[in-house]
């Protein structure tokens, strides 16, 4: 869905600025349109960062495809007599989404109904996964360093009892900061 801020543009000498925090997080639609219009005819311009980026009464940007920072979106109108009006000025500032969610399921069934066959867990900004699963008697049946590769069911190819079964889960959110969980899944036919 696409986020529109409107800006009103009245020829008026008045000094305009706002701001926006944008926290983008991996997955997160960080679309903006910003849109503007003014009660008399003439041109507008958009500008990011000093650098003129279209004409028009809106500009789209993807924060996503952008480094995290600090950006100023400058509007400039010129009247059709060429009588510019006071510039907009709005500031927009990325960051990192500090959320992190980790989400482990407790049981899936490799029966061969295209329901649940896989175990795996699901991580948001997270990074470096590694996860373990192990049998009863501590033997490793299964390991992962990837949340794109889960666990059928299988050890060397055959397929494992129904039982439960221990995971350990490690992993790491953006800021290098470095996370443990482990618990218990069951293997249902």
């Known amino acids: 869905m696409k986020k529109i801020l409107y800006i009103l543009l009245f020829i008026l000498p008045v000094f305009m600025f706002s701001q926006q925090e944008i ?6 639609d960080v679309t903006f349109t910003y849109s503007t219009s003014s009660n008399q005819m003439g041109s507008i ?11 028009g009464t809106n ?10 920072g600090t950006y100023d979106i400058i509007v400039t109108f010129n009247s059709i007599n060429n009588c510019p009006a006071e510039p907009v000025y709005f500031q927009v500032t990325t960051k990192e989404c500090d959320q992190i969610t980790m989400y482990v399921p407790n049981s899936f069934s490799p029966n061969g109904d295209n329901l649940n066959e896989i175990w795996l867990p699901k991580g948001f900004n997270t990074k470096d996964v590694n996860f373990y699963i192990m049998n009863r008697w501590g033997n490793l049946v299964f390991t992962s360093n990837s949340l794109d590769i889960g666990w059928d069911g299988t050890y ?20 290098g900061r470095q996370y443990i969980d482990h618990g218990h899944l069951t293997l249902l036919k």
């Open 156 to 175: 060397q190819g055959k397929m494992c009892q129904e039982d439960t079964y221990i995971y350990i889960l490690k992993w790491k959110d953006r800021k």
């Open 23 to 28: 926290e983008i997080c991996e997955g997160d």
């Open 59 to 68: 500009l789209t940007i993807d924060w996503g495809e952008y480094p995290i």
């Open 45 to 55: 311009s958009w500008f990011l960062n000093n650098v003129l980026v279209r004409g």
